[in-house]
């Protein structure tokens, strides 16, 4: 069964105060791994997608990294405005040609004046 | 703004009756997904359907249905229904039944009472 662990649950950091959230998977036939913020009371907003080991992705204060057993989303220089929950999820076929993702419970990340 | 459309909102219904959720995926999506949210466990995989097919199916309930139609929004049937039941349902599109990148809507919160 595929299985996604986020860590740490949650994260404190004062403005400007750079960090990593991890990430760790076990899936057969991975497919691709994502990256979703979620604000309170939205859906899941898109960040990444990762495919293959050693692949990196950028986005303003955002890098997201991916191995063959783990992704890291590194925030460098936080503001306010990073503050929500972060979630990982991994995709792996399906019999019958579906799609499924399988997601983490998150990082709750708030970022501090 | 996804361009997933979601209704209604927030629901609130007594244990034992019946409610329907309706989702629009964004324009030239033929995929649908449902997701169920809860405090304790995350999100959790419900069902896809492609161009008006079931695809792929998670842990989801006898009590519960869904179908999509051929406009393709899809609809979510939850029956008989349960305290446990109260949580946020998010339904996702994606362009093609696997491989891509799903778009959230911002959920239904159902509260069962």
């Known amino acids: 069964e595929d299985q996604v662990t986020q860590s740490p649950e949650a994260l404190r950091l004062q403005e400007g105060e750079s960090s990593s959230l991890n990430c760790s998977y076990t899936v057969s036939g991975l497919r691709g791994l994502f990256w979703y913020r979620q604000d309170p009371g939205k859906g899941p907003e898109f960040l990444f997608t990762l495919y293959s080991a050693g692949e990196e992705k950028e986005k303003e204060r955002l890098k997201a990294t991916l191995t063959k057993k783990e992704s890291f989303l590194h925030i460098t220089a936080p503001k306010p405005e990073d503050s929500a929950t972060y979630l990982c999820?991994?995709?792996?076929?399906?019999?019958?040609?579906?799609?499924?993702?399988?997601f983490g419970t998150g990082t709750q990340l708030k970022v501090e004046l | 703004d996804s361009g997933v459309t979601q209704t209604p909102k927030h629901l609130i219904t007594a244990t034992g009756q019946r409610v329907t959720l309706r989702c629009s995926p964004r324009?030239?999506?033929?995929?649908v997904y449902w997701y169920q949210q809860s405090l304790d466990q995350g999100l959790q995989f419900l069902i896809q359907?492609?161009?008006?097919?079931?695809?792929a199916k998670g842990n989801i309930l006898e009590r519960f249905s869904a179908q999509q139609f051929p406009d393709l929004h899809s609809e979510l049937n939850l029956s008989s229904l349960e305290l446990g039941d109260s949580a946020l349902y998010f339904c996702?599109?994606?362009?093609?039944?696997?491989?891509?990148?799903?778009?959230f809507g911002n959920g239904t919160r159902l509260t069962v009472t």
């Open positions: 324009s030239g999506d033929l995929s």
């Open positions: 359907y492609y161009n008006g097919e079931e695809r």
């Open positions: 999820a991994v995709q792996a076929g399906v019999t019958g040609g579906g799609n499924k993702l399988t």
């Open positions: 996702a599109s994606s362009e093609a039944p696997s491989g891509t990148t799903l778009h």
